[in-house]
């Protein structure tokens, strides 16, 4: 129950940071962001990791700032910071409403958006969140930054496009339009834990009929992603009971869920059934 | 070749000046290298809360952070509240309420309450529940808890705030 020993080392800056990354991560060197979920898993020694890099001590990756029409996320953003809406209109408060199905408050105070992100456990909510909204993912290394969407993104159970070199210094979140309807719904067994399946949801109204919308499935797959099948359904239809049933059973039916000794996949079927409507009923 | 850091833990205003692995938590380190048994360990995974302290101005896991990053930062423990043999209104109210039974998640439940006071004496009670649903307590049911930290709360508010 105690880590492992490792190498500590704190860059003051980014161009620090990814040298140092790039010399020990062959050697399982890694980031320390929040430390909520590498810490525990040090302390089970499920990784044991031989340096790490502390980036809390970078004050860039602090930014949390509007550009360009989209929010930017540093990498050092706690999950803490979007308890109160961090932009006016449907974004922020979503980001509000989201948070706070995340752990705990202790928790929070130094777990980061981009922590999640990068490490992409399949129920986590800002990663379903980031699936929903297309976000951008910022991946930077002592070979320059790149810019990998969200669809390219996420890969498998904590499985995501970043190389083992780079640091995830950004994800970028598009603002939403004001008349944007927003929907999110998690079913967990108690207040704070992982969700057994989340949907995420966004659309708008125009004349009546859903215009452009998204649904987000996450806990239920090994990663969270878009659900095409469900948001054709709802697409130029009125929000009706009938059409969101219809969306949550095409959601359901797409998905492969993951299985384990008390959630075979029936029952996570029924539940991305359950979550995807009463997501989309909030969203109105 | 294991590497040391010699770091200074500012705990409740007094400096300790320790040396420690990279690999030792902030939990460890206050209990161990600098005495201060105040602060419980339990699971040691971030889930029961026993370790929360206040770092910097934040109710923070204890067990989640390494000493080394924790090196020169303001650090109050459950060793602070009390000012001599006068206790602290939380821990009048704990004792009052009977908010424990075996004690084990008590500064915990202590730190945590004192910092969302601190912050916000007008929590709502459905704030407070989500909470106090932080940290785990495996005697008391958490109602009488739940009693104490509103009533210390009206305590607080009425500026007896020391
Ligand atoms: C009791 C408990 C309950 C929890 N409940 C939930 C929950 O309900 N929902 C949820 O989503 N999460 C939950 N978490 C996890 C929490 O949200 C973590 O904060 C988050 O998963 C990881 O963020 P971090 O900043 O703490 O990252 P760390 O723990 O520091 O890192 C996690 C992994 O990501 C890598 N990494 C982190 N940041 C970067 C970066 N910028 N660049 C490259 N790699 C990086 C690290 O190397 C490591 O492999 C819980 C944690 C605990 C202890
Ligand atoms: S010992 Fe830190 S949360 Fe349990
Ligand atoms: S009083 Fe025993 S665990 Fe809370």
Not at chain 1, 24 to 48: C, E, K, T, W
Not at chain 1, 92 to 116: D, E, K, N, Y
Not at chain 1, 238 to 266: G, H, I, K, W, Y
């Amino acid at each position: 129950m105690k880590p492992a020993p490792f190498q500590y080392h704190a860059p003051r800056s980014l161009q620090e940071a990814v040298a140092i990354l790039a010399q020990v991560a062959p050697a399982d060197g890694r980031v320390l962001a929040g430390g909520q979920s590498l810490v525990p898993i040090m302390a089970f020694r499920l990784a044991r990791p031989s340096h790490l890099v502390d980036i809390n001590g970078i004050e860039a990756l602090a930014r949390l700032a509007v550009e360009n029409g989209k929010l930017c996320i540093g990498a050092c953003v706690r999950h803490a910071a979007f308890e109160r809406p961090v932009v006016e209109g449907p974004l922020g408060r979503l980001l509000a409403m989201v948070v706070r199905h995340i752990a705990h408050s202790p928790i929070r105070a130094r777990g980061t958006f981009c922590g999640s992100i990068a490490h992409a456990d399949p129920a986590s909510e800002w990663c379903a969140l980031v699936a929903a909204l297309d976000g951008e993912i910022v991946a930077t290394s002592v070979r320059g930054a790149r810019v990998i969407a969200a669809g390219q993104f996420f890969a498998g159970i904590m499985a995501t496009a970043l190389a083992e070199d780079e640091v995830l210094t950004e994800v970028r979140l598009p603002l939403l339009a004001p008349d944007t309807r927003c929907g999110f719904y998690e079913f967990n067994r108690r207040a704070g834990d992982f969700a057994l399946a989340m949907a995420v949801v966004h659309f708008r109204l125009v004349e009546g009929r859903m215009f452009k919308p998204r649904v987000a499935i996450g806990g239920a797959e090994t990663h969270p992603r878009r659900v095409a099948a469900a948001e054709a359904a709802l697409a130029a239809n009125a929000p009706s009971p009938r059409v969101f049933a219809d969306a949550a059973a095409r959601a359901a039916r797409d998905v492969e869920p993951l299985e384990d000794a008390q959630t075979n996949a029936q029952y996570r079927r029924e539940l991305v059934v359950a979550v995807t409507r009463r997501a989309l009923e909030a969203a109105l | 070749m294991t590497q040391r850091a010699a770091i200074v833990l500012n705990l409740n205003g007094v400096d300790h000046a320790i040396s420690v692995e990279p690999r030792r938590t902030l939990a460890d380190a206050i209990r161990d290298d600098c005495g201060l048994t105040g602060t419980h360990i339990g699971c040691e995974h971030g889930v029961c809360g026993a370790c929360t302290i206040i770092v910097a101005g934040e109710a923070v896991r204890s067990c989640l952070m390494f000493a080394v990053q924790a090196d020169g930062k303001r650090i109050r423990t459950v060793e602070g509240l009390a000012d001599g043999e006068q206790l602290h209104p939380l821990q009048e109210a704990f004792i009052a309420h009977h908010a424990l039974q075996c004690g084990f998640c008590t500064p915990g439940f202590l730190m945590l309450s004192l910092h969302a006071l601190e912050r916000d004496p007008d929590l709502g009670d459905e704030e407070l529940l989500d909470l106090l649903a932080s940290n785990l307590c495996r005697c008391t049911g958490y109602q009488n808890i739940v009693k104490a930290v509103r009533g210390a709360a009206a305590v607080m508010r009425a500026g007896v705030v020391r």
